[in-house]
Each structure stands twice: as structure tokens, then as C-alpha cells.
């Protein structure tokens, strides 16, 4: 039995989210939650804040036992880009896209 969580439209490039994600995949449940409070990065974060809800919806399911899960699969996702103007020197505008990404995180047993 495996638990999940998605976050969608999450205001961090998919890019620096994978750098988190790197770190925690594969981990016990209370150690990935550990590295996370501890790590100086915004994309910890909102990680840590995705695996709290995947273990919240693991405890609804009588079947699954909470203290031996891990992080089985934990992927982030492109999402949409809001694309803004900034303005430049000499009557100019550059382009500005704020990226979006969608974090899915699924729990399994050991």
C-alpha cells in the first residue's frame, strides 16, 4: 500500500526543487523530515510541507503502518510559467517568467 500527495502550481522552479528532492529520495520518513527542517533552501520548505501531508494521508489507511515508511518516488513537475515584463533602461521591456512547478511525493512501507 503506497500513500501520495501533489502540490500543483507550486511557485519554485522545477529546477531548484530537484536539487531537494535529490537528497531526500529513497529516505526513511523521519529521517528525510529531519534533513528537511535543517536544510537552508525554500524549496525544503515546501517539500517537507508536501511529505507532511503524504504521511497525514497515510495515517487514514488502517493497512499501512507509519513508522516504517519510506520516500518511494518523489518527482517534481514543470508547471505553467507566469511571464511578466520588466522595465529597461532606454524605453525597453524584457521578458520575465516566473516558474511553476508540481511536486508529487508517494510513501510505501519497508
Do not use: C, W
Amino acid at each position: 500500500m503506497e500513500a501520495r500527495a501533489i502540490a500543483k502550481g507550486t511557485r519554485i522552479s522545477a529546477q531548484k526543487a530537484r536539487l531537494v528532492a535529490d537528497v531526500v529520495r529513497g529516505m526513511n520518513v523521519d529521517k528525510a523530515i529531519n534533513t528537511l527542517t535543517f536544510m537552508p533552501k525554500k524549496g525544503a520548505h515546501i517539500i517537507r510541507k508536501v511529505l507532511d501531508s503524504a504521511i497525514a494521508n497515510a495515517t487514514q489507511n488502517d493497512k499501512i503502518d507509519v513508522d516504517n515508511l519510506y520516500i518511494k518516488k518523489i518527482f517534481i513537475d514543470g508547471g505553467p510559467s507566469l511571464k511578466r515584463i520588466m522595465p529597461r533602461a532606454q524605453g525597453r521591456a524584457t521578458g520575465i517568467i516566473k516558474r511553476t512547478s508540481h511536486i508529487t511525493v508517494i510513501l510505501d512501507e519497508q
